[in-house]
């Protein structure tokens, strides 16, 4: 019988890579597993894939319904980020609606627009922490980069995610990842067919390309604009968005911290992790949808793409809320046109 050696050079490499984590992991141990795959010169799919037959398990490319599976977790908390910006929410997964290449995901306190098509892989994970098991789906772009990833709460079904990880298990389980590392292609949203007033308004915003101008604020501006907006209790809406997935908060902010070099907002059910050193520019932008003039900032990387955008709440009818727009039109610099 001839032995498959790509198969055991792939194992062996897996092998490999799972000891590095645990040495790394020795000296570094609250190191999280984005860094360390950094640190290790691999994508973090690879890292995490080390762990099937282990604490994690493959999942098959059926997300659509995976996704509506995790409506019956309970409670979780959804997280997307890019490379400057980490968007976490605390809610419930209850609406599903395909909308072409796109699935929309809405319930209480969740508001999301996962672009699927662009998902490599999958996996359950099972890590264990200082205060037990933390449980989480995780899923991967083709270039092993993490898109979304959706995290157990205290008040989540641990059985029922142990039920829909082995339901949705992939006939692979072998540790270690196949990873094409392709450019995502881009994704036409002029294009996109029955995409609602929400996304059609808000997509743009953090995944077209940046708009123009009509002023900037320095990183110290941004903090007190942001206290401001604290104070006020004025409902905003945030979006951070990556190659597969944006995630959107509606409501005020609260808790303002900063642990340099990260701004954070620490509310109940939504926080904001924002490493200042990466943000280049906040600019002021003004933009059309309908009739209305829509004001906000764009947060934006040193490659000019945006992180993060920070716009007012939104009615149809009405537009922005008058408060907001004042709010934005006051800002020094800014060049006020409708």
Same mark, same amino acid.
């Given at each position: 019988?001839?032995? *498959?050696?790509?198969?055991?050079?792939?194992?062996?490499?897996?092998?490999?890579?799972? =000891?590095?984590?645990?040495?790394?992991?020795?000296?570094?141990?609250?190191?999280?597993?984005?860094?360390?795959?950094?640190?290790?010169?691999?994508?973090?799919?690879?890292?995490?894939?080390?762990?099937?037959?282990?604490?994690?398990?493959?999942?098959?490319?059926? $997300?659509?319904?995976?996704?509506?599976?995790?409506?019956?977790?309970?409670?979780?908390?959804?997280?997307?980020? *890019?490379?400057?910006?980490?968007?976490?929410?605390?809610?419930?997964?209850?609406?599903?609606?395909?909308?072409?290449?796109?699935?929309?995901? &809405? +319930?209480?306190?969740?508001?999301?627009?996962?672009?699927? +098509?662009?998902?490599?892989?999958?996996?359950?994970?099972?890590?264990?922490?200082?205060?037990?098991?933390?449980?989480?789906?995780?899923?991967?772009?083709?270039?092993?980069?993490?898109?979304?990833?959706?995290?157990?709460? !205290?008040? &989540?079904?641990?059985?029922?995610?142990?039920?829909?990880?082995?339901?949705?298990?992939?006939?692979?389980?072998?540790?270690?990842?196949?990873?094409?590392?392709?450019?995502?292609?881009?994704?036409? $949203?002029?294009?996109?067919?029955?995409?609602?007033?929400?996304?059609?308004?808000?997509?743009?915003?953090?995944?077209?390309?940046?708009?123009?101008?009509?002023?900037?604020?320095?990183?110290?501006?941004?903090? !007190?604009?942001?206290?401001?907006?604290?104070?006020?209790?004025?409902?905003?809406?945030?979006?951070?968005? *990556?190659?597969?997935?944006?995630? =959107?908060?509606?409501?005020?902010?609260?808790?303002?911290?900063?642990?340099?070099? $990260?701004?954070?907002?620490?509310?109940? +059910?939504?926080?904001?992790?924002?490493?200042?050193? +990466?943000?280049? !520019?906040?600019?002021?932008?003004?933009?059309?949808?309908?009739?209305?003039?829509?004001?906000?900032?764009?947060?934006?990387?040193?490659?000019?793409?945006?992180?993060?955008?920070?716009?007012?709440?939104?009615?149809?009818?009405?537009?922005?809320?008058?408060?907001?727009?004042?709010?934005?039109?006051?800002?020094?610099?800014?060049?006020?046109? *409708?």
């Amino acid at each position: 019988m001839m032995l *498959n050696t790509t198969t055991t050079q792939n194992a062996t490499a897996a092998y490999d890579l799972k =000891l590095a984590w645990r040495d790394l992991l020795a000296d570094h141990p609250h190191l999280r597993p984005r860094d360390a795959a950094s640190a290790l010169g691999v994508s973090e799919a690879e890292l995490v894939a080390t762990g099937c037959g282990d604490n994690a398990i493959r999942l098959r490319p059926d $997300w659509p319904a995976l996704i509506d599976a995790v409506g019956t977790l309970g409670p979780v908390m959804a997280l997307t980020r *890019n490379d400057v910006a980490v968007h976490e929410k605390t809610g419930l997964y209850e609406h599903l609606r395909l909308c072409g290449e796109l699935l929309l995901v &809405s +319930g209480h306190n969740i508001e999301l627009c996962l672009l699927t +098509g662009r998902w490599h892989s999958g996996y359950a994970t099972t890590e264990q922490s200082r205060i037990g098991p933390r449980r989480s789906l995780q899923f991967f772009d083709a270039d092993g980069e993490a898109v979304h990833k959706i995290y157990l709460t !205290e008040h &989540s079904d641990a059985e029922r995610f142990r039920r829909l990880a082995e339901a949705f298990a992939a006939a692979d389980q072998t540790p270690s990842a196949d990873i094409p590392y392709a450019e995502p292609a881009g994704f036409d $949203w002029a294009a996109a067919q029955g995409l609602p007033d929400l996304w059609q308004r808000l997509a743009p915003l953090c995944t077209g390309k940046p708009l123009a101008a009509a002023g900037f604020v320095s990183g110290h501006q941004f903090r !007190e604009l942001m206290q401001q907006l604290a104070r006020m209790a004025l409902p905003l809406q945030i979006l951070t968005a *990556n190659a597969g997935a944006l995630q =959107l908060h509606t409501g005020p902010v609260q808790n303002l911290r900063i642990t340099d070099p $990260w701004f954070n907002v620490l509310d109940q +059910g939504f926080n904001l992790h924002l490493n200042e050193k +990466g943000v280049a !520019e906040a600019a002021i932008v003004h933009t059309r949808h309908d009739r209305h003039t829509l004001r906000g900032l764009q947060l934006r990387d040193r490659l000019g793409q945006t992180v993060a955008a920070v716009f007012g709440d939104y009615d149809p009818a009405d537009g922005e809320s008058l408060l907001w727009r004042e709010f934005i039109d006051a800002l020094p610099g800014n060049r006020i046109f *409708n």
